[in-house]
């Protein structure tokens, strides 16, 4: 089974900036979806970002991030990264990274996620 770590999680002050790394057990070479979710207290977990292995895919950013956010990938070091920036204080939540393995083409990425990190908290105060 693949594992999935996510570091670099932390308290922030509003207006600054937090990189999240996510470092996979496999090879995020192939056809391969990536993203990243979030969840905070009381609320429903949402997509933040995500993006497709092959490259000239189109990426996806949540309206409520874009322009603020950036979703990247490293094939030799299988991570997966979110940088972070002008972060508010309604960006605190638990954030994980997921992938969908072997997908069906970069479609696929707004489907459903069958690989989970355990998720790094991001706190960011006013």
């Known amino acids: 089974q693949v594992k999935l770590v996510e570091s670099g999680g932390g308290s922030v002050q509003a207006g600054g900036s937090l990189r999240l790394s996510c470092a996979s057990s496999r090879s995020t070479y192939g056809s391969n979806c990536l993203a990243w979710f979030r969840q905070a207290p009381g609320k429903e977990r949402e997509k933040v970002a995500h993006?497709?292995?092959?490259?000239?895919?189109?990426?996806y950013y949540a309206d409520s991030v874009k322009g603020r956010f950036t979703i990247s990938q490293e094939f030799a070091k299988k991570t997966i990264y979110l940088q972070m920036s002008s972060l508010k204080p309604e960006d605190t939540a638990m954030y994980y990274c997921?992938?969908?393995?072997?997908?069906?083409?970069?479609?696929?990425?707004?489907?459903?996620?069958?690989?989970w990190g355990q998720g790094t908290q991001v706190t960011v105060s006013s």
């Open positions: 997921a992938a969908i393995w072997e997908s069906r083409g970069s479609g696929a990425c707004a489907g459903e996620y069958n690989s």
């Open positions: 993006m497709h292995t092959y490259p000239g895919t189109p990426y």
